[in-house]
């Protein structure tokens, strides 16, 4: 295990309420990562993170916002929730730059009622 | 914009029977390419890193394999136990930027 923990893994929540995702990490990596996985589409990433306080947009972001105030915590917020977001997300971490893997969670189950 | 197909989508094999999954990439300098294998309901699980044309690395009955437009996974005489759905991505070198962008996967179901 690569030491990434996400909770809630299962979440079912309604239509317009804020939803915050969390990832927690024991290897103190600099990069971590939100991407959504859905079918036909594969995995798309939402936000990363290069450092507390330091985070860019991926190619999905909009309606998600992203904050780390710890190295360790990467939180992902959804405002206020839509159908379409009903989806798995998964957290990954990696640790030096260059050319070294992703290594993710078991992924938080979002389904938006 | 950078790209990655994976093909076939799906590919149901007999337990033993021999195969290839392929993976083509558009990039703009190509600074790794990864694979990666994902049981239902689990994150996908790092099995190798590519970086140059030429490059192979092996691991148990898979061996990956590159090229300057795209990557093989080999499957030699697979077992049950090795389905799975297997993501390729890749990272671009141009901008130093830390993305990583996957294909939609190849589902493998090796029968007994």
């Known amino acids: 295990d690569a030491g990434i923990t996400q909770s809630p893994r299962h979440k079912v929540t309604e239509t317009g309420t804020p939803v915050t995702l969390r990832c927690h990490q024991t290897e103190n990596h600099r990069y971590m990562y939100w991407y959504r996985q859905d079918p036909g589409h594969g995995l798309r990433l939402i936000h990363y993170?290069?450092?507390?306080?330091?985070?860019d947009k991926g190619e999905v972001s909009d309606g998600y916002s992203v904050s780390r105030s710890k190295t360790e915590d990467f939180l992902l917020t959804l405002e206020s929730a839509t159908s379409s977001q009903t989806s798995v997300y998964f957290c990954?971490?990696?640790?030096?730059?260059?050319?070294?893997?992703?290594?993710f969670g078991n992924g938080t189950r979002l389904t938006v009622t | 914009e950078d790209q990655v197909t994976q093909s076939p989508e799906a590919l149901r094999l007999q337990e033993g029977e021999s195969s290839s999954l392929n993976c083509s990439y558009t990039v703009s300098g190509l600074r790794g390419l990864f694979w990666y294998r994902q049981d239902p309901g689990k994150g996908p699980e790092f099995l190798f890193t590519l970086y140059s044309a030429g490059e192979e690395k092996e691991k148990e009955r898979l061996k990956a394999t590159l090229t300057k437009k795209e990557s093989f996974l080999h499957i030699t005489a697979p077992k049950p136990e090795d389905s799975a759905t297997y993501l390729c991505?890749?990272?671009?070198?141009?901008?130093?930027?830390?993305?990583?962008?996957f294909g939609k996967g190849t589902k493998l179901t090796v029968n007994p």
């Open positions: 990954a971490i990696k640790g030096t730059g260059g050319a070294s893997p992703l290594h």
């Open positions: 993170s290069y450092g507390v306080k330091d985070t």
């Open positions: 991505a890749v990272q671009a070198g141009q901008g130093g930027s830390e993305k990583l962008v």
